[in-house]
C-alpha cells in the first residue's frame, strides 16, 4: 500500500509541470469574496419560479432513478451468467449522464424525455451491477433449505430477494441523491433544473441569487430522509408526472436515422477503408485530449487522497471537541454533496480556463467522501494505548488502520474520477470531454460518438485497474462507492 501510494504521488509529480494550472483572472480573491458574500446573504426573493425547478429537479431524479432499477433488476438476475450484459452494463455506466443527455437532445430536444433517459441508461447498468453483488453476497443456504423441485423463480422470490431486500433498497435510495446531483447537473446542458438557474446566475455575476440556489440545493439534500419517504413515493411519483411534461412528439424516422447514419462516419458507411483512415486523422487533438484527461485524473485521484488524509481526522470522535468535530462534519457534507461540475464552475470564474479549476474541484469533492467514510469507520475503532497525545494517537494507532480502507475507497473512486474528468470539459477544459461538447455543437454526431466510445474504453481500463490495485483484504460496504 506504501508503494501504491508512493508511485502514485511520484507519477503526479513527474507529469505536474505538462498541466496547465495557470491563473489567468487579475483578481480571483475579490471575486471571491462576492461570492462568499452572496452566500452569506443570499436573495430568495430574486430567483425566478424556485419551487418549479425544484420540482422539477427531484421528479427527474425520482423518475430516473425508477427507470434505472425498472430496467437495470432484470439484468441483474443475467449479470453473473452472460458476458455480453455484464460488457453492455459497463459501457453504458462508463458514459456520464450529461454525455448521454448531449446525445438525446438532438432527437427530443430540451424535454423531460432527454432527461429521463440520461439518467435511465447509465443507472441501469449501474444497478445491474450492484444487484447482481448484493444477491451474490445473499447466504445461501434458505435457498438449499427448500425441498426438491422447486422453480428458480420461487427460490429467488422466496429465499433470497427478503434477504437482500434490505441492502437493494439502501442502495436504491442513494442512487436517487446521486440523481438529484446528477439532475441539477442536466441544468448545465440547458435542461430547466435547479442547475440551470444556477448556472445563469453565476455565470452574470448575481452571487446573492446564486448563494440562494445553492441553500437550496443544499437545504434539498440536507431534508432528503424526511420528505423522500417510502410513504410520500407514490405523491412524489404521481406529482411529478404533471411537472414533466410536456412531453415530445417522437419523430421516428429522425431517431432512426440519426441511429442509423448520424452516428456512423460516412466512410464506414460506404465501406471506404481509405476514407475511413483520413476521416480517423481528421479528428482534432485526439491525442493531447486524452492525456489531458488521464492526466487531470491522475492529478484529481492524488489531490483526493491528499485531501482525504488532511480531512478525516476534522469528523472524527478521536480528535478534537464536539464544535470543532461538528464544523468538519459540516465541511465535509457541503464539498461532498456540492458536484465536481459545479465546484468546477465556480473555480473555473475564479481562476479562469485551465486545469486548475478542474482538478481543485475533483479533489474538493471525492476526498471529502472518502475522508467522510474513512472517519466513519476511525470512530469504529477503539485506540489501544489511551495515554497517547493527538499526534502520536493519530500516526501510531489510528492511521495505520484506517489508511488501507482509505486507499481502498481511493482506488473505488477512480472510475468515478475519470467520468468527472471527462465532462469538465464542458467547461473548457481541453479533455476529452470538450471536444465531444464541440462537435456536439457542430452536428458533427459521427466525431462525438467516436470520442464517446473512446471515453468508454478508458473508463472501462481505468476500473478494471483500479480492481487490480485495490486491497482485496479490505471490506468496502458503503454504497457510496459504487
Excluded at 97 to 110: H, I, K, M, N, R
Excluded at 138 to 146: E, I, K, N, Q, S
Amino acid at each position: 500500500m506504501a508503494r501504491h501510494t508512493l508511485t502514485l504521488i511520484a507519477l503526479a509529480l513527474l507529469l505536474l509541470p505538462l498541466a496547465d494550472l495557470s491563473v489567468v483572472t487579475r483578481d480571483p480573491w475579490t471575486e471571491l469574496g462576492r461570492m462568499l458574500q452572496g452566500l452569506a446573504w443570499p436573495d430568495f426573493a430574486g430567483i425566478e419560479s424556485p419551487f418549479h425547478a425544484l420540482g422539477l429537479t427531484v421528479s427527474v431524479a425520482l423518475w430516473g432513478t425508477l427507470a434505472g432499477v425498472v430496467l437495470g433488476f432484470p439484468l441483474a438476475l443475467l449479470f453473473a451468467r452472460s458476458r455480453l450484459v455484464r460488457a453492455g452494463c459497463a459501457f453504458v455506466r462508463a458514459i456520464h449522464e450529461l454525455f448521454w443527455a448531449l446525445l438525446f437532445l438532438q432527437v427530443f430536444g430540451l424535454s423531460a424525455l432527454t432527461a429521463l433517459a440520461a439518467l435511465a441508461i447509465p443507472y441501469a447498468g449501474i444497478f445491474a451491477k450492484v444487484f447482481a453483488e448484493i444477491l451474490e453476497q445473499t447466504p445461501r443456504a434458505p435457498a438449499d433449505a427448500l425441498p426438491p423441485g422447486v422453480g428458480r423463480l420461487s427460490r429467488f422470490l422466496y429465499a433470497e430477494l427478503p434477504l437482500a431486500w434490505t441492502q437493494l433498497a439502501a442502495y436504491t435510495r442513494y442512487r436517487f441523491e446521486c440523481g438529484l446531483r446528477a439532475s441539477v447537473l442536466l441544468g448545465f446542458v440547458g435542461l430547466p433544473t435547479l442547475g440551470f438557474q444556477l448556472e445563469t446566475a453565476f455565470r452574470e455575476g448575481r452571487y446573492p441569487e446564486a448563494g440562494a440556489l445553492l441553500w437550496c440545493f443544499y437545504l434539498l439534500i440536507a431534508t432528503l430522509p424526511w420528505w423522500s419517504h417510502r410513504r410520500l413515493v407514490p405523491l412524489l411519483l404521481a406529482g411529478g408526472v404533471f411537472l414533466l411534461g410536456p412531453w415530445p412528439a417522437v419523430d421516428g424516422g429522425l431517431l432512426w436515422r440519426f441511429v442509423s447514419q448520424d452516428l456512423w462516419p460516412a466512410p464506414l458507411l460506404a465501406g471506404d477503408w481509405a476514407g475511413l483512415a483520413d476521416w480517423f486523422a481528421s479528428i482534432p487533438e485526439l491525442g493531447p485530449a486524452i492525456g489531458n484527461t488521464l492526466l487531470l485524473a491522475l492529478l484529481g485521484t492524488v489531490g483526493a487522497l491528499l485531501v482525504a488524509m488532511a480531512l478525516w481526522p476534522l469528523a472524527s470522535r478521536h480528535f478534537g471537541h464536539p464544535a470543532t468535530r461538528l464544523a468538519g462534519r459540516g465541511l465535509l457534507v457541503l464539498l461532498r454533496s456540492t458536484p465536481e461540475l459545479m465546484l468546477a464552475f465556480v473555480f473555473l470564474l475564479l481562476l479562469g480556463p485551465s486545469l486548475l479549476p478542474a482538478w481543485l474541484a475533483l479533489a474538493l469533492h471525492n476526498g471529502a467522501l472518502i475522508a467522510f467514510l474513512a472517519a466513519r469507520h476511525a470512530d469504529g475503532l477503539e485506540p489501544g494505548m489511551p495515554g497517547l497525545p493527538a499526534s502520536g494517537r493519530l500516526a501510531y494507532e489510528l492511521l495505520p488502520r484506517v489508511y488501507p480502507s482509505l486507499l481502498a475507497l481511493l482506488y473505488y473512486r477512480a472510475e468515478v474520477i475519470l467520468r468527472e474528468t471527462a465532462i469538465l470539459g464542458m467547461l473548457g477544459v481541453a479533455t476529452l470531454g470538450y471536444y465531444i461538447d464541440e462537435n456536439f455543437q457542430y452536428l458533427m454526431f459521427d466525431t462525438a460518438a467516436f470520442l464517446l466510445l473512446v471515453t468508454a474504453g478508458l473508463n472501462i481500463a481505468v476500473d478494471a485497474l483500479s480492481r487490480r490495485l485495490r486491497p482485496r483484504e479490505v471490506p468496502l460496504e458503503d454504497p457510496c462507492l459504487r
